[in-house]
């Protein structure tokens, strides 16, 4: 195998995507002081409010031994709140505050142009094919389900 041959495999090619639409989201999020994980968090905490941090991490595919951190940096940053839980008082359940739903309309607004800005290399009739490959690939439409969002 030879470097060039790398440049063609799916594995490579998916990391370079995701390095790709990370540096995007950053520049795009930079005001905010925020990260595409940290973002998908607000957005879960938003739709399911009171979720614990082990549910969290399912719902947003996110490691385990590392969702606390996550959530430490939201909460120094006075974008959520965790709470001990009404049945088992070790559980922390998560809230956003109302800095956290600001937060995620602002960012919420830029969506759009961060996608543009990942997809640009695409011509505009293969972008949603694209994304449509991706959820397949990916799993999505199951997780979906899974989150009862469609």
Do not use: C, W
């Amino acid at each position: 195998m030879k470097t060039k041959d790398i440049y063609q495999q799916p594995g490579h090619l998916i990391r370079r995507a995701h390095q790709i639409s990370t540096a995007v989201f950053t520049d795009e999020a930079r005001a905010f002081d925020l990260t595409a994980v940290q973002f998908s968090a607000l957005v879960a905490v938003q739709d399911q409010p009171g979720i614990d941090a082990t549910r969290l991490s399912d719902v947003i595919y996110f490691d385990r031994a590392t969702i606390g951190n996550v959530l430490e940096r939201l909460e120094k940053k006075g974008l959520i709140e965790r709470k001990a839980g009404v049945e088992d008082r070790r559980t922390k359940r998560v809230f956003l505050t109302p800095q956290g739903r600001q937060i995620i309309g602002q960012v919420a607004r830029k969506v759009p142009q961060i996608g543009e800005r990942i997809l640009a290399p695409l011509a505009a009739k293969d972008r949603a094919r694209f994304i449509e490959l991706l959820v397949e690939l990916t799993g999505a439409r199951d997780a979906n389900r899974r989150t009862g969002k469609s």
